[in-house]
């Protein structure tokens, strides 16, 4: 009994949240994973979004419940594949067939295709703040995209803040 308990996956149950969609509203009180890397750069890059951002702009992260910490709101998506975070997969739909991947904390919906990331801006009339290692780490394809289409807002050794899209 005390080895299962003990085990990293039922302390890890603690963590798990019940996804957007339920009609269960995910709690405010987010906890950061002390295994993800965690840098003042992400606080001040916060600070950044939070002094510049507009209504209706999109936040998209690849550390979500991290940047959700520092803003005080949940982000908007994060790109699944760069940290291989922990998701849940939830059916939605009439036909429950129809499948979105959620960051397990605090239930942000993942991107998993540089198309999916074009849906959501929009044709570039939505503006999207992306925080990113510099290095960025995506595929080949979605790296081209973002390359061709940033603005580099705020840059720190570690972090920099991407505005995409804004017409």
């Known amino acids: 009994m005390l080895v299962v308990i003990s085990s990293g996956i039922f302390l890890n149950l603690k963590n798990f949240t019940i996804p957007f969609g339920?009609?269960?509203?995910?709690?405010?009180?987010?906890?950061t994973n002390p295994n993800l890397r965690n840098t003042p750069e992400?606080?001040?890059?916060?600070?950044?979004?939070?002094?510049?951002?507009e209504p209706g702009d999109i936040i998209v992260s690849e550390q979500p419940h991290l940047l959700t910490f520092y803003l005080g709101k949940i982000v908007d998506?994060?790109?699944e594949g760069t940290f291989l975070i922990p998701v849940v997969i939830y059916p939605r739909g009439p036909d429950r067939t129809d499948l979105i991947f959620l960051d397990r904390i605090v239930g942000?919906?993942?991107?998993?295709?540089?198309?999916?990331?074009?849906?959501i801006i929009g044709a570039g009339q939505r503006r999207v703040w992306l925080i990113a290692t510099p290095d960025l780490g995506f595929d080949?394809?979605?790296?081209?995209?973002?390359?061709?289409?940033?603005k580099v807002l705020f840059e720190r050794y570690k972090t920099k803040v991407y505005l995409i899209g804004g017409g």
Do not use: H
């Open 108 to 119: 942000t919906p993942a991107i998993l295709s540089v198309n999916e990331f074009k849906r």
């Open 77 to 79: 998506y994060f790109f």
């Open 140 to 150: 080949k394809e979605t790296q081209e995209f973002i390359n061709r289409n940033k």
């Open 22 to 31: 339920s009609g269960i509203t995910v709690t405010n009180s987010i906890k």
């Open 42 to 53: 992400v606080a001040e890059a916060a600070e950044f979004i939070k002094a510049n951002i």
